[in-house]
């Protein structure tokens, strides 16, 4: 098959399959990516992960041009990125065509509200298996809850703690 048809058809299955935002899509992205295409390493997706939230713009749209790019240069950037896009830009017409009008009905928000408690399981679960990747030493564990605790208790903004905590690793990280 045609790289560019294959990256296109491969992100527009997992933009199909992902709701709840880029985290979210993460197992997904891994699953499809590292384990059944073999295209990039789970550490190269990692690092995908960490730039693109450090990134402007979506982080799943950040890691689907980062790996489309590592597959088939930027072109291939391109094609996977607008592969993930499809289907979200699809189904967001479609809802905000019936959305008006169905969204008063008990069962429409009861739908809303267990998606909502699902995708939190996803997420969670995509934090777990991060941490547990990354956090592996003592040192790191502690990088790890001095970042969570300044952001989400001290409300550091996140902007400044990637930026201080990657010069940590740049003067304090392994030569």
Known sequence: MNIYLDLYLTFFEIGLFTFGGGYAMLPLLERELVDKKGWVTKEEI???YAIGQATPG???INTSTFCGCKKA????GIVASLGFLTPSLIIITIIANFLTAFSHLAYVQHAFAGIRIAVCAL???TVMKLVKKNADTRV???V???TFLAIAWLKISPVIMVIGIGIFGILFGKR
Do not use: P
Not at 73 to 76: A, C, F, Q, R, Y
């Open 144 to 146: 790890f809850a001095f």
């Open 73 to 76: 240069g930027n072109l291939g």
């Open 46 to 48: 990692l690092d995908y």
């Open 58 to 60: 979506i982080i799943s």
């Open 123 to 125: 997420v969670l679960n």
């Open 140 to 142: 790191k564990f502690l």
